[in-house]
């Protein structure tokens, strides 16, 4: 692989000492930007997921716009259900749509543990475009749904503010619940895997929903299986970012693992987070995505505040969620170029 010409990120990922901290945003390749709504005018969602000239062009777009330092490949979560037999469809204006949800053990035996170079060849060819486009100015990071929020939606069928049939499934059908998990562990096993040969340089694991379980049913359903995640690509070397929404409560049993940085959503502030981790694990957030919409010299000085709070070592500037549709461009700008500019304070 050659050498990155800002390599920030990985720097971060080391723990190395920081004189500014590198900064990206969850879905920065998405809906706030006007030439991606143009592209959506035009295609489908999931015909831009599998349509790698598309993808590595969307993935650019925040790079060459708002000048993050670090590029996320544009798919999405539910391309590992797609490759495991279970149709997934998108509907606008609603969001996922499974019209098959997994609800018994006869559901469970049907779902398949695919070859995912195979089923999923169209996300690797995108990241060969998305290296060519790239040219070596930031690092690609890959991603999936950690095997609790890829379950949520199998199960329920379409998102949810309580996953109730999920966590239904799970209480009164354990054993098939957990067959389910470790079939969409194995396989997130092997498309990150193979992401990383095609050349992304960090993954991303997503719990969107860990935040719906409790504590003792978070280490059951959701964190040993992204746990075995964590260890088999960690074996292999490979940078892991894990974010858990609403898993505060976990941080100290997760900064034990093999992942490189805990991603930290905006209701857990600096100080708790960095107690709970020990001080030992590089933390990425958490700066709240509503308040985008604050003024820009508000943005700035919010901005300043939580690396001041986080620190430049360690840590990751970022989101705490992903950035939503409605953010003008200008204030996705005026947040990373505030952290892009960050000049420690003299006193």
Not at 17 to 45: C, H, I
Not at 279 to 304: H, M, V, W
Request: charged share 20%; proline share 6%.
């Amino acid at each position: 692989m050659s050498e990155l010409k800002n390599d920030l990120l990985l720097q971060a990922l080391d723990g190395k000492n920081l004189r500014r901290p590198p900064v990206w945003m969850m879905r920065q390749a998405g809906r706030y930007l006007p030439d991606f709504m143009k592209l959506k005018e035009k295609y489908d969602f999931f015909t831009r997921c599998q349509t790698p000239e598309l993808a590595s062009e969307i993935t650019v777009m925040p790079i060459d716009q708002i000048g993050t330092d670090a590029a996320i490949l544009f798919s999405d979560i539910l391309v590992v259900p797609q490759a495991m037999g279970v149709e997934v469809q998108m509907k606008p204006d609603f969001g996922p749509w499974l019209p098959n949800p997994i609800r018994s053990q006869a559901d469970v035996d049907r779902v398949e543990t695919p070859d995912v170079n195979d089923r999923l060849h169209y996300v690797m060819e995108a990241i060969t475009h998305t290296l060519e486009r790239l040219d070596n100015r930031v690092p690609l990071i890959g991603f999936a749904g950690a095997p609790w929020t890829i379950f949520c939606y199998m199960i329920q069928g379409q998102g949810s503010k309580t996953f109730d049939k999920a966590k239904a499934f799970c209480f009164s059908q354990p054993e098939s619940a957990h067959q389910l998990l470790q079939k969409i562990t194995d396989t997130t096993i092997a498309y990150l895997r193979a992401k990383h040969k095609a050349g992304v340089h960090v993954v991303q694991l997503f719990d969107s929903w860990g935040g719906v379980l409790s504590p003792d049913d978070y280490t059951t359903f959701s964190w040993q299986y992204s746990n075995q995640i964590i260890n088999a690509l960690g074996g292999d070397d490979v940078p892991v970012i894990l974010f858990a929404k609403g898993c505060w409560y976990a941080l100290h049993e997760m900064a034990q693992s093999k992942a490189k940085a805990l991603g930290v959503d905006w209701t857990c502030t600096a100080r708790n987070a960095r107690y709970l981790t020990s001080g030992q694990i590089t933390l990425q957030g958490n700066f709240d995505p509503a308040r985008l919409l604050s003024p820009i010299a508000e943005i700035e000085k919010q901005t300043r505040n939580m690396i001041e709070q986080f620190g430049t070592t360690n840590y990751i500037a970022n989101l705490g969620h992903g950035i939503l549709p409605n953010i003008p461009v200008d204030h996705a700008k005026a947040f990373v170029d505030t952290v892009k500019s960050y000049e420690p304070r003299r006193y």
